[in-house]
T-cell receptor, first 114, second 110 residues
Framework: GAVVSQHPSWVICKSGTSVKIECRSL??????MFWYRQFPKQSLMLMAT?????????EQGVEKDKFLINHASLTLSTLTVTSAHPEDSSFYIC??????????FGPGTRLTVL | QKEVEQDPGPLSVPEGAIVSLNCTYS??????FMWYRQYSRKGPELLMY????GNKEDGRFTAQVDKSSKYISLFIRDSQPSDSATYLC??????????FGGGTRVLVKP
């Protein structure tokens, strides 16, 4: 299966600051990457689909100005949580689909906003 | 009603027992069926991927799809404590995004 990495694995920040999470596809050139959010004991919720070289597609209810996505290369997509607040504390997971359209996921980034 | 229903558990079994997991769905457009395993504070790991009704086996894992009943299952034979995790079903219609079940937490006791 595809290999996806994320960095950092855990970040703690103060309320009002911005945090950037990186997602790398290590063995596949991904034109599309996916960003999910997962609250404790809940399932993954798709936030946005990141498209290389173009704007991301956001799911209904996700603020695009708050969750900035950049997909500048075929192996890197970034999610920046701007002006983070405690309610943004969550587990953020990225992933991409291979040629067979099977999705693989990164190890996740735990964000804690104080 | 959710598109995909999955019992949250926890499902507790003794080591060596068969773990039986299932999801039901309402959207007949779903064509692709996946099972992921997720350990605490880790990303989901793909276990099984099927697209047709019937059984698919891989080692200790068997995935079963019944499209007529809109019901999918995952069986884990000879369960081990290391199988303790949350198991997520994920379904997809052609060209569409994944729709996840809520996940079932499984505990395999030594």
């Amino acid at each position: 299966g595809a290999v996806v990495s994320q960095h950092p694995s855990w970040v703690i920040c103060k309320s009002g600051t911005s945090v950037k999470i990186e997602c790398r596809s290590l063995d596949f050139q991904a034109t599309t990457m996916f960003w999910y959010r997962q609250f404790p004991k809940q399932s993954l919720m798709l936030m946005a689909t990141s498209n290389e070289g173009s704007k991301a597609t956001y799911e209904q209810g996700v603020e695009k100005d708050k969750f900035l996505i950049n997909h500048a290369s075929l192996t890197l997509s970034t999610l920046t949580v701007t002006s983070a607040h405690p309610e943004d504390s969550s587990f953020y997971i990225c992933g991409h689909a291979d040629r067979a359209d099977t999705q693989y996921f990164g190890p996740g980034t735990r964000l804690t906003v104080l | 009603q959710k598109e995909v229903e999955q019992d949250p558990g926890p499902l507790s079994v003794p080591e060596g027992a068969i773990v039986s997991l299932n999801c039901t769905y309402s959207n007949s457009a779903f064509q692709y069926f996946m099972w992921y395993r997720q350990y605490s504070r880790k990303g989901p790991e793909l276990l099984m991927y099927t697209y047709s009704s019937g059984n698919k086996e891989d080692g200790r894992f068997t995935a079963q799809v019944d499209k007529s009943s809109k019901y999918i299952s995952l069986f884990i034979r000879d369960s081990q404590p290391s199988d303790s995790a949350t198991y997520l079903c994920a379904l997809k219609a052609a060209g569409n995004k994944l729709t996840f079940g809520g996940g079932t937490r499984v505990l395999v006791k030594p």
